[in-house]
């Protein structure tokens, strides 16, 4: 009797019954603070980053790099590493050097739970014309779903996972526990019920989206409001075609194994501007984002641990992961090349030294004199 009843609460699991929703925190940018610090070679600066979600593209960078330039082929979700895109009619020469993104610190004397911490600014150009025009805010990297859980040392280089890690079942971009935030990625997620961003408005009259891509890699967006209101607000997307009476969803059966576990991960904000409303600059500040969905699945004792048997999940998983790390990893080890090119010269190299200088100035002054 007893199995009956887990069999028949796992069923409607899959059904999507409503009773089972829940929350999640699926990005929270206080906590992405640059707390790693990775020295570079031959500099006074170091380079930042985020030490929970650091990943190393060096594997990905060919035979012409050396181990010292592999080993600042780094990059995570710290705040600054964001990139704001813009679409091509907003594009010009200031707009794209201008147009950044960076951590803001909150006030102490903020009247807001997250006073005292950094979340993330955003600076966008966008152009003055009657014209539309929108810009992204997107991670670096597309976030990993099937990333190893695995702890980071202080120069950024991640550790084979403990066999804690490896029993925890989770991935290096999931919440640590359902209690806490998660780092861009939750699985396990049915229909989405509700979205909310908690933002900063400053009287702008332009539109929020928030982008999700699914286990397929189908991305979509999501209508949150306009951002024409003073102070922090949490704008909310509610599903319209979100049915709360099981009796009247449609039922979809699915095979329990080997499917593995459906997610959604974050994939940035896209912020439109209508070509009647003002251009020019726009600011904007961004805590984090939630959601509350149906679970796909329902979690239960089996009678026999299929994956041990099988491997089908993980063989697949580790299929992804490579293909994932391949693709983060061209697209990263381009842009370091790239960089390396770039003039860092501020200014031209004086072709006289000071005693030239002083020199011409005083024959200069003596001419004068014998005038």
Known sequence: MKKTLVLSAAIMMLFGASVFAKESTLIDFTMLDGDLEIQVPDSEQPIKENKRTVMDYGVAAGASFNEDQKSLMKTSLYIEDWEVVLNSSA????SLGQSVVKTA???DSAKVPFAGKNVMGVHVIFPSGAYNANCKIVPPFDIPAYEPLSTADDNGDRQEPTDEEKASGRTLFEAD???TPAYGLVKNVGTLKSIA???MGMNYPHGLYVLLKD???VERRYFMGYLNFDGWKTLTWNNPDYITE???REIRVYPIYPRGLPFVKFAGFQVT???SHIGDDYIGYFKDVKIIYDKAELSSERDIADEDLWGIVTRRERAKQQIEMSRFGNKQVNRYIEKAKMATEESFTPSLDANSSSNAQQNGGQAADAK
């Open 177 to 179: 526990s359902e209690d």
């Open 197 to 199: 961003v908690t933002t």
């Open 91 to 94: 594009r010009n020469t200031v």
């Open 105 to 107: 610190l909150v006030k």
């Open 215 to 217: 286990n397929d890699n």
């Open 273 to 275: 501007r209508d070509a």
């Open 246 to 248: 099981v009796r009247t």
